[in-house]
């Protein structure tokens, strides 16, 4: 009896041991390949791979458009005007992580070939004369706004966009590496990278929607920019290298409205490298944070770096930490305490203190509602999980 027990435990042992060695093997996926153009009607699902975006790709409302982690979308100037556009009722999915980030670029790698990520929503808004629609500036003539505060257009995660800023359609209008009109809160922008473009890094026209950890790297106009009563509550980690050529590191304005509301972000870093110069000598923009047109907010936890002088001929323009560019906004916005910037660490910059872009501006902030820390920490690469999603080439984009 022993003998025959202890034979069978032997053959069971070389049966599970060929039987796990077969488990072992494990067979790596073939990363995909392939073309994305024209509309998106139905779901459709993109594996990891390494695909070409071809023209103007619209997400049609009724569909959704999904990117798996890891994949790369690559467009080239040679075919035209390329972009991805999701429209109101569409869906951008894109599941991307810190060691596998979801990456679109362009072939030739040179700022303003391709028109970015543009979504559009129907979030409220206020435009120009207190208008609650408008026709968006992209070329792709889109009616924005609405009253679904609430507006789903996806879930971006971990996301980098290349050398964007194309003018499409009309050849007159610009967009930027990622542009988003009237979209909703219940939009998801999360660790979104906007590189090397030839406007601005990020821009929202209204909306409600809120995104956490952006980096905006080497873009030619503004790092950050918005309009149209843009209002999202809940934006942290905004991190700005400004390098080569750049202007503002935030632009903010309300297209003229005195709205009794406005956007809040915390955890904010503005860099400008030494060298940097404004997109043009005609308009000098080189201010840190700039308000007009009733822009306002509340801002904390900031470091400003590197907002020094410009010199043109024999004259030298000098980089304000704060300046507001016209009295409505310092009469409704700063003396009427609807703008707020606390724990503010500023060095490397000219003028510290905020002003108004004319001497007739006299700009003076409550005690409280302007405030200097030197402990300030603002966006860090700790804070925004570093990883390769914020590398490019070798290069840490968080510095």
Not at 73 to 101: E, H, M, R, Y
Not at 127 to 156: F, I
């Amino acid at each position: 009896m022993k003998k025959s027990f202890f034979t069978l435990l032997l053959f069971a042992g070389l049966f599970t041991s060929c039987t796990t060695n077969d488990d072992d093997e494990v067979t790596t996926p073939t990363p995909q390949t392939g073309e994305i153009t024209g509309e998106i009607t139905s779901d459709k699902t993109y594996a990891t791979g390494n695909y070409t975006l071809k023209g103007i790709v619209k997400v049609k409302p009724g569909a959704t458009l999904t990117f798996e982690a890891g994949s790369t979308i690559t467009c080239d100037i040679a075919t035209g005007d390329n972009a991805l556009v999701v429209l109101n009722g569409g869906k951008l999915i894109i599941n991307g992580t810190a060691s596998q980030p979801v990456v679109f670029t362009e072939k030739n790698k040179i700022s303003g070939n391709w028109g970015g990520i543009i979504m559009y929503g129907d979030a409220p808004i206020t435009a120009a004369s207190g208008a609650t629609t408008a026709l968006s500036e992209d070329g792709n003539v889109q009616t924005y706004g609405g009253t679904n505060a609430a507006h789903n257009g996806g879930s971006l995660h971990y996301v980098r966009v290349e050398y964007a800023g194309k003018k499409l359609g009309d050849g007159q209008k610009e967009n930027n590496a990622f542009t988003f009109y009237s979209c909703g809160s219940g939009t998801v922008l999360d660790h979104l990278v906007a590189y090397k473009g030839a406007d601005d890094g990020f821009e929202f026209f209204g909306g409600t929607v809120s995104a956490t950890n952006l980096v905006s790297f080497g873009n030619f106009d503004d790092a950050f920019d918005w309009q149209d009563g843009w209002r999202g509550q809940n934006n942290e980690n905004w991190y700005a290298y400004q390098t080569g050529k750049g202007n503002f590191g935030m632009e903010i304005e309300a297209s003229n409205n005195n709205n009794a509301f406005g956007p809040k972000i915390s955890k904010i870093t503005l860099k400008r490298a030494t060298g940097t110069t404004p997109e043009s000598d005609t308009d000098i923009q080189l201010d840190a944070f700039q308000f007009k047109k009733e822009g306002n907010g509340e801002y904390d936890n900031i470091i400003i770096d590197g907002y020094g002088d410009y010199t043109v001929g024999a004259t030298t323009y000098h980089g304000a930490a704060v300046k507001i560019q016209d009295n409505n906004t310092n009469v409704n916005q700063v003396n009427g305490g609807k703008l707020k910037l606390t724990n503010v660490k500023i060095i490397n910059t000219s003028v510290t203190t905020p002003i108004g872009a004319t001497d007739a501006i006299s700009v003076l902030f409550s005690s409280t509602n302007f405030t200097t820390n030197n402990n300030a920490s603002g966006a860090s690469g700790t804070s925004m999980n570093n990883g390769n999603w914020s590398n490019v080439d070798g290069t840490n984009l968080v510095q």
